[in-house]
């Protein structure tokens, strides 16, 4: 009776060695999955947040040459706009004021 009873338990504690041998196996197959899905994840939204960087620097640098190339042609225009007042006469005569 003891050596059957001895044996049952020795199944038991075999089998249960067993299942948890491959609960242990099973979840670190599926953290493996995860981790790998994560890093892929990863990897994806660093390389669109790269690319998006990149259109956003173009952006801003193609705005930055706008900006240069309109200040130059408001300084040309303010320059001739200034030239074309100094050469302009007077509208009241200097020898007007005087009398």
């Not at 390389?47 to 040309?76: I, K, N, S, T, V």
């Not at 225009?77 to 009398?99: C, I, K, N």
């Amino acid at each position: 009776m003891i050596a059957l009873a001895q044996r049952l338990h020795d199944e038991y504690v075999r089998d249960g060695e067993q299942q948890r041998d491959a609960l242990v196996s099973s979840a670190q197959e599926q953290a493996a999955r995860v981790v790998a899905d994560a890093e892929e994840q990863r990897d994806r939204t660093l390389g669109d947040l790269e690319a998006r960087r990149e259109r956003l620097e173009a952006a801003l640098r193609q705005l930055h040459g706008r900006e240069d190339a309109y200040r130059r042609q408001l300084e040309d225009f303010m320059t001739t706009q200034l030239t074309e007042l100094r050469r302009s006469p007077r509208a009241v005569p200097d020898d007007a004021v005087a009398r």
